[in-house]
């Protein structure tokens, strides 16, 4: 603190301009006490001591620049707001500032992380649609701006892809952040694959899937960040291919790219490994933060773990407005998370609710193949908690709906009844297109999936306009209205035609749906693709329905014979649903032994 003042002599302002200095510190308190006993000012001719001080204005030093980052989620650190970005506490800041060890600071937030807890820092679409103030948040413009320097470097891009989501994390148009930098393509989370995957057939997959995408890549592995499996051999690619050059880890949000630093690092410090780096041994203590909140990490980490030069950085994960996380609350995104392995599970076939509903309407009667025989097409609808409903409108009766995904989110099968739910004639514009462009050529390969050369699809991108879709937002906004009023949670599941829905289900659909407040918000489930596939008598995996975001898919196979499979995708309004070729995995019928 700076004190000026005027000695009795009125000298006391020449002598502090030629000293260039305050007045003593320990005149302080005297001064203020009772402003005598003052030491005696510069000035020669002023011999006596001065008896008296009149203060005149105190002033405070301006503070000292903030230096440091957070090493765990790349943000600078801030001691003003607490609560916000980058806060860490003054008394722990000034013990890592004494020893000049800044990049030894963790904010409170990633704290907080680190013990389980889902603190958002992204200004996402559930904090749009609460109304949370976005000043204390991130936009995710920001990270896309971020990235754009790495296009002018040399550098070699680790470009990561969640194999639970793989249309969904698969970033496009990566060329315009990245420049013509080489790319080694990494699928993630290989471990929640069912058991007795193949690596090599799923890694020719996730090849076939860059090439549809035009996406050259200098080479392409299978990791587990979590058991370590595929580390070392994509760790020896990398470094064989860095030559020196910088390493940035770029995907989607939430695919594991710090999880895939962290896992690299420790690579690397093994002793006993060939990828042993002796740099990277010294980083041990302070890596990025894990956590399964979207936008973790806010900036670019560096990592100093190469001898020969060069560095890793970790990068913020882009926030892609079409994926199911960016819709859901904290709470909900932590039980979307799978922690063990997928195992499918064999919904109720097209056959079997066709068989339910035709004895549905003979009273005293129950369903069998005697009474009721085979019929040509079978029908369906499948609600996928709160986040997807996929509808069978025509199929053959071997048809099975296999689902994989996450214990959170529960299947509701009903039968259909197609004549309602055509759409009328001249609402909607015919796109007819040929499968491979969705993706590319890949149908053009007889795999072991099954032979695709005849599958053609139909694939439309619309809202209807119907009326029911009208009925259902007018519900919606009512039930928004008196819910306000009466300070009640809201029972209308927007998820289902309310037509369709019986009073005795209500109850069991209020207890499956899963994220179904946070859908609400966005207005209910939509109607985002149209498909026709025509399958032929070899085929067994007719193609997956995946959902932009969500960990899982649902398998469409055709036991036996051939025919048209025809159908239609509802996911919330703003997320997107891929028709995309079946992923190689175990017959879900081995699982039952």
């Known amino acids: 603190m700076v004190v000026l003042g005027n000695c ?30 003052a030491p005696r000012c510069s000035r020669t001719h002023c011999t006596a001591m001065c008896s008296g001080w009149e203060i005149i204005e105190e002033e405070i030093p301006k503070q000292k620049k903030i230096k440091g980052y957070c090493y765990g989620c790349g943000v600078q650190v801030q001691l003003d707001e607490p609560g916000e970005i980058g806060f860490i506490q003054k008394e722990k800041y000034q013990t890592k500032a004494k020893f000049k060890q800044y990049g030894q600071l963790l904010c409170d937030r990633c704290v907080s ?3 389980g807890k889902m603190v958002p820092a992204v200004f996402d679409l559930h904090q749009q649609a609460a109304g949370q103030p976005s000043k204390s948040l991130i936009s995710p413009g920001e990270f896309r701006s971020t990235l754009m320097e790495v296009r002018d470097k040399a550098a070699v891009v680790v470009l990561l892809v969640d194999l639970l989501d793989l249309p969904g994390s698969f970033l496009n148009r990566v060329r315009d952040l990245i420049g013509g930098n080489p790319v080694v393509l990494i699928g993630t ?49 990398l470094l064989r291919n860095r030559r020196g050059r910088d390493v940035f880890v770029v995907g989607a949000a939430n695919v594991g790219k710090s999880a895939f630093v962290n896992a690299l690092l420790k690579e ?11 740099q990277a041994k010294s980083k041990s203590g302070f890596l990025p933060m894990e956590s399964a909140m979207p936008g ?58 066709t068989m339910q509903q035709s004895s549905s309407r003979m009273p005293n009667s129950e369903p069998s193949f005697e009474q009721f025989p085979e019929p040509e097409f079978v029908s369906g609808c499948y609600s996928w908690g709160s986040l997807a409903r996929i509808e069978i409108l025509e199929a053959p009766p071997s048809t099975e709906i296999v689902f994989y995904g996450p214990n959170a989110l529960r299947v509701d099968a009903e039968a259909l ?8 004639p001249g609402e909607e514009e015919e796109e007819e297109q040929d499968i491979r462009n969705l993706w590319g050529d890949l149908f053009s ?47 209308v599941a927007t998820t289902r035609r309310p037509d369709s829905e019986p009073p005795e289900t209500a109850a069991l659909q209020e207890k499956l749906a899963f994220g179904e407040r946070s859908i609400e918000l966005r207005g209910g489930l939509a109607l985002v693709r149209e498909f026709e596939i025509l399958a032929s008598g070899v085929t067994v995996g007719v193609g997956d329905v995946s959902v932009s975001g969500l960990p899982g898919w649902c398998s469409i196979l055709v036991k036996r014979g051939g025919g048209l499979v025809r159908g239609r995708i509802f996911v919330p309004r703003g997320v997107e649903a891929y028709l995309r070729p079946h992923i190689p995995v175990p017959d879900p019928e081995s699982f039952r032994m």
């Open 113 to 115: 992380l680190s013990h």
């Open 189 to 237: 989370k290989f471990d929640l694959l069912p058991k007795k995957t193949s690596p090599g057939k799923v890694l020719q997959y996730l090849r076939d899937v860059a090439d549809s995408r035009r996406l050259s890549v200098v080479s392409s592995h299978l990791i587990s960040s979590r058991s370590g499996q595929g580390v070392s051999q994509a760790a020896s690619s």
């Open 268 to 278: 690397m410090q093994d002793f006993a490994s060939v990828n042993f780096d002796l």
């Open 417 to 424: 009844d197609v004549g309602l739910e055509e759409t009328k």
């Open 8 to 37: 009795r002599c009125r000298c006391f302002k020449a002598a502090l301009s030629q000293r260039k200095r305050p007045l003593d510190q320990r005149a302080i308190p005297t001064l203020r006490k009772n402003r005598v006993s």
């Open 445 to 491: 390969e007889n795999s072991e999936t099954g032979d695709l050369d005849q599958a053609t699809v139909s694939s439309k991108k619309e809202i209807p306009s119907s009326d029911w879709t009208q009925d259902l937002s007018d519900a919606f906004d009512q039930t928004v209205e008196l819910e306000q009023q009466s300070k009640q949670p809201s029972t």
């Open 296 to 353: 973790t990490t806010l900036g670019i980490i560096q990592v100093d773990a190469f001898s020969n030069g060069g560095n890793l950085y970790d990068t913020p994960g882009l926030h892609l407005f079409h994926r199911v996380p960016h819709l859901l609350s904290p709470e909900e995104m932590t039980k979307l998370q799978p922690r063990r392995r997928l195992r499918p599970y064999i919904a109720p076939s097209p056959l079997a609710l």
